[in-house]
C-alpha cells in the first residue's frame, strides 16, 4: 500500500513547501527569460506574485486564507524600523515567515557593501523570528564572482559570502575600515552554511533562517 502522499498537516512544513516550490520557479522563469530581472524591485514583485500563486495552492480547508506582502514594518530590530521585502502567512493558523531578498550584479560593485547588508538581513531575520515570525528566509543572485569566491583580504575574510563559507554560532561580524559601514556590528546566533547554485552565468543563494519554528 502507497504511503500519504498529500500535504503536509503542519502549515510551517507547508509554508517551508510553498518557498522551496516558488524558489525553484523563479530560478527557473529568470535563467530562461519570463522574468525580466535587472534589479531588487522586480525581484521582489515576481518572487511575491509566484509565492501568492503557489500558496494558494496550499489552501484545502474553505477557511484557509494564504496572504504575501511587501515591505512591511517590523519595529525596533536593533533600535530601528525594518521592513521586511516580503511577508507570507496562513493568518488563520498564525503560521508565517519573513523573507529579505538581494539582488547584485557585478556593474553594480561595492561588494564589501553588499556582503556586510547581506549580513545584516540575515540577523533582522533573526531578531524578528523571536519576535513574531516562524522562520526565515534570505535570497540573493548575482553575477558579480567576489561574492562567490573566497576572499584572501580585506572585507570578505570577515563577512564571508563565498561558497562553501560556513560561520559559527555566537559570532560577531565588523570591519571597521569599511567606509560607510564602520558601525556596522552584526551578531548571528546560529551557523550558517553559504552554499551558491550556479545556472548559466547567474549564481543563487538560499539562507534558512530557522530558530523557533
Not at 523563479?26 to 525580466?36: N, S
Not at 561588494?111 to 523571536?130: K, N, T, V, W, Y
Not at 576572499?151 to 559559527?168: E, M, N, P
Amino acid at each position: 500500500m502507497k504511503q500519504n502522499n498529500t500535504l503536509p498537516s503542519s502549515y510551517t512544513d507547508r509554508l517551508r513547501e510553498i518557498l522551496d516550490i516558488s524558489w525553484r520557479v523563479l530560478k527557473t522563469r529568470f535563467v530562461e527569460g519570463r522574468h525580466d530581472i535587472t534589479k531588487e524591485a522586480p525581484f521582489q514583485h515576481y518572487f511575491a506574485h509566484i509565492i501568492s500563486n503557489i500558496g494558494d495552492a496550499y489552501c484545502t480547508k474553505r477557511d484557509d486564507i494564504f496572504l504575501v506582502d511587501l515591505e512591511t514594518k517590523c519595529g525596533n530590530v536593533k533600535g530601528k524600523t525594518k521592513y521586511f521585502d516580503i511577508i507570507c502567512n496562513f493568518p488563520v493558523q498564525r503560521r508565517s515567515c519573513a523573507i529579505e531578498l538581494k539582488f547584485k550584479t557585478s556593474r553594480q560593485g561595492a561588494q564589501d557593501h553588499g556582503r556586510i547588508d547581506s549580513f545584516a538581513d540575515i540577523e533582522a531575520l533573526e531578531i524578528a523570528c523571536r519576535k513574531t515570525y516562524n522562520f526565515g528566509r534570505f535570497y540573493m543572485i548575482t553575477d558579480s564572482t567576489p561574492y562567490v569566491n573566497q576572499s584572501r583580504k580585506g572585507v570578505g575574510t570577515v563577512f564571508t559570502t563565498h561558497d562553501g563559507a560556513i560561520t559559527k554560532p555566537n559570532q560577531k561580524f565588523h570591519c571597521p575600515n569599511s567606509k560607510g559601514r564602520e558601525n556596522i556590528v552584526v551578531n548571528l546566533s546560529n551557523p550558517y552554511h553559504f552554499e551558491w547554485e550556479k545556472i548559466e552565468k547567474w549564481y543563487f543563494l538560499e539562507i534558512k533562517v530557522e530558530l523557533n519554528s
